[in-house]
Each structure stands twice: as C-alpha cells, then as structure tokens.
C-alpha cells in the first residue's frame, strides 16, 4: 500500500518533500494534473470535478491514504472527497492553520496564497473555527509561482516582489504567516527576511506530512516505490521533480494518463 | 457574418482590439479556453486537439474568418486548420515575422514570447523562410504574462524583469524585436525603453489585423454585435475585456460553453 498525492501541477512535490521525510520507507503515488494546471483561477465547480476523478484514479493504484497536496483542491474538494473516499484524506489547510492558531501569540495572522485559495477564503474559515478571536490578514500573490518557476529564488526581482507583496503585513502587525501555497517554501527564506526574525513562518507542507504521520503508522516497505502520474508530459515537470526531491532524472517513473471522460 | 477569434484565455483580446480598429463595423466572436488556459506549457498534440474542438464551435456561430489570436496555437495548429476549415485562416506568426522582415536593415531579429512559442521556433521557421540570411534571436519571457495580470504595467519591478530578460539582445545587436505573445503589447514601453529607441519593436496583433483587412472587405453590419464564449467563467475575464477594449463591464454579451468530447 502506499500514500497518494495529487497537485494541480508540480507544486505539490514540496508535499512530498516532507512526507517523504516522515515516511522514509513508504511508497509513494503522485498526480500531477499538469494539462490542467493552474487550478487557482477556475472555478470551484471545475476543480471540484477535476479533484473527484484524479482521485478515483489513485484509489485504483492501492493507496491507503490521499493527501490533496494543493491549497485550491483542498478549499474546494476536501469535503466532497472526504464523503466519498473510503481512506482518510489529508488536505494542506487545516493542519498550516491549526499550527498557526497554536504558535500565534497576539492573534494576528496572516495567509498568502493563489487567487483561488484567497477567494476561497478557507485558510480564514479554518482559522476562525479554531478561535474566532484571531484576526486573519489575506493577500493573493500570483507572481510567487512563476518567480520559482523562473528560479529567480534568489534574485532582487523577488525581494521586491516580496516587499510590495507583504509590506502590509508588517503594519498589521502579524506575529505569524501561513505559505498557503505549495510553491512558497521553495522561497521561505525571502518572505522571512522581508517581515524579519520576529514573524512565524508555517509551512503547510510540514505540517501536513505531521498530520499524515500521526494516523498513518510508518510501515516498512520492501519494495518501495514512487511512481509519478502526469496528464500532459513536460520535461520540465521532470526537472523540477529531480531538483526538489533530490532524484536521478534517469529513474523517474513517470507516466502519462488520461482523464476524460 | 463575424470574425471569429479564439486564445487559450484573455491574451487575444489585443488582437480583438486591433480587428476592432480595422473592422469598426463589423460582429466580432471571441473564444477564450479559460478553462484550459495556458497554452504556452503543453504539448504539441494537446494544443492542436483544442484548437481544432474550438475552430468547429466558432465555425457553428457563422464566422467568415477565423483569426488564431494566440501564438501557441498559431505555431502548433495553423497548418492543420487552414486545411479543415473552409474559411480564411490567419494566425499572428506571419504577420509579424513579414513586418520584421519589411523593416529590419541589419537582419538581425529578436523574438520574445511564452515558453511554448518560442520552443516551437515557429518565428524562426517563418523568418528564414522569408530570408533565409536574417539571424534570429530568441528569448522565453514566462514573466511577463503574470506581471501584465497583475497589473504592474509602470512598475520598477517589471522594468528590472525586462532589463534581465533583454539584456542580452543588446549585445546581439538586433534593430528589430517581434512581441511573439499578445499579453506582451500592454508593456510596449517598457519593452522599448530597455531596448532603446534604434529597435524597432513589432506588434503581432497590429500586424494580423492588417493582414485580416487585406482579405476581407469591411463590410458594413446593421447589427454589429461582440460574443464573447469561454470554457470557465471568471470575475478576471470580464474585468480584463471591459480594460481592453474600454466596454461597459455590464454590457458584454458572455457565455460559458464546454467544449468536452
């Protein structure tokens, strides 16, 4: 048996990362639906629809548990998917916001994400059902995702970015902010040193692969596996999966699968 | 009988714009793939296989001319629609590879677009066709899109990016730069500002109306209309449209169709 993951597209493999991590000797199914991507600008409906069928996909790959590695999938679909699955599904929301509401000392909190985990308004929903006294503070920043995409991690286009993106946060007075988007981990070191030492960074992917830790038992696997699922083949999806899981481009195992109806 | 226009999302409305200025009379029906949106990063075989599904429901709205207002779609799908369709077909590589060609002294040409385009070389194939001894240049901007989306037109940041992408063209000694990619005409100046004004910078959409009105005549419409179909529905879209070609954001004629098999 293994775990499954689904993205939208490669964003998700900063889940893996971390499950990975938790999971050293367990198999691992990934889908990328990358000739859909990006889900952040569609509509809840369509996402809802697209998360529904990746997922009867990987039910049929054995999996024991799914985690929804995708902040817009998850504010859409979770519900739906956690009805109909008969394994535990896992989004990346609840467990960044639960760590938020635990490390948080003045109550201000602040999320960033695509437009369509900000819209969805889930990262505040989840926050306020967990203390309503706490403040959210929300930004949508859409160019965080191609700045990576670019490998401008390092670069002073995405200082200022990151300035003209967050400087708000700072008169706000937030005392944590939760990367509520898979890609922002791969630049957390940025958006620390914008709003300084003194504001908590959560990064769901971490704290996701702690929730899956602690329902999952971490079963050893004597043929452990990652196997990958794509519905469009790029090679850049293989070049960012080497880069980010630290894997021989030459032994990924990647197939191409189609999901219409 | 109406123009027919279609892009994987808002890009072709600069062309839409352009039409509009040639063809004041004329009905105009756009398609916008907004479900499907971005060309840019897919496959070949994918991007053919949408346009043709998107060429066969503009053709049912009774168009005369069907305009391929996307440079993905244009370099993967041009040859296989003119063959289907028993319409005129134009896309916006020729029209913009012929201007470069008419203008350039040196023969030394830029092209900058999406990743997509500019993999395909389609600007490449087209210029050397038209002279085989012009030496072309050619540069992936996958910055520009989201910067022009986000509305920072005049900001530092997209001056920085630019300077960073075109850097280089300087030293290549190019005097003529070809917008392969419609978003890239919002930031014309920007574009021309790094480059100096002995560039001489080409508008694809410009050119691809010209091209429209040397073939069709601008035949008055006593019922001139503007249909506007997309694949997914959002708030962006209407926003953008209404931006582009200064509409009344409630009066735009707007339909969500879906075009699965």
Chains 1, 2 share one sequence.
Do not use: W
């Not at 938790?22 to 600008?41: A, H, Q, W």
């Amino acid at each position: 048996m293994s775990i499954g993951l689904f993205d939208s597209g490669i964003g998700g493999l900063t889940v893996m990362k971390q499950i990975i991590r938790e999971f050293p000797n367990k198999s691992i199914v990934y889908f990328g639906d990358t000739l859909r991507v990006p889900y952040g600008n569609k509509s809840e409906q369509i996402v809802k629809k697209f998360s529904i069928q990746i997922s009867k996909f990987l039910l049929k790959q054995d999996i024991e548990m799914l985690i929804i590695a995708c902040n817009t999938a998850t504010s859409y679909a979770l519900k739906s998917l956690a009805e109909i699955l008969p394994i535990p599904v896992i989004g990346v929301i609840n467990p960044g916001a639960m760590a938020a509401k635990n490390i948080t000392k003045n109550k201000k909190i602040g999320v960033i994400g695509t437009k369509g985990t900000i819209n969805s308004k889930a990262y505040e929903k989840s926050l306020k059902a967990l203390d309503n006294s706490i403040e959210v503070f929300q930004k949508a920043c859409p160019l965080f995702v191609p700045l990576v995409e670019e490998n401008l991690i390092n670069d002073e286009i995405t200082f200022l970015v990151t300035k003209k993106y967050l400087e708000e946060f700072k008169s706000f007075g937030i005392d944590t902010l939760i990367l509520g988007c898979t890609h922002y981990p791969i630049i957390k070191n940025v958006i620390s040193k914008v709003l300084g030492e003194n504001v908590n960074i959560i990064d769901s992917a971490i704290e996701t692969a702690k929730v899956a830790k602690s329902i999952l038992k971490n079963t050893n696997d004597n043929k452990k596996f990652y196997k990958f699922f794509v519905t469009d083949y790029t090679e850049y999806f293989l070049e960012f999966t080497s880069k980010i899981l630290n894997l021989d481009i030459n032994n990924i195992d990647i197939q191409k699968v189609s999901l219409e109806d």
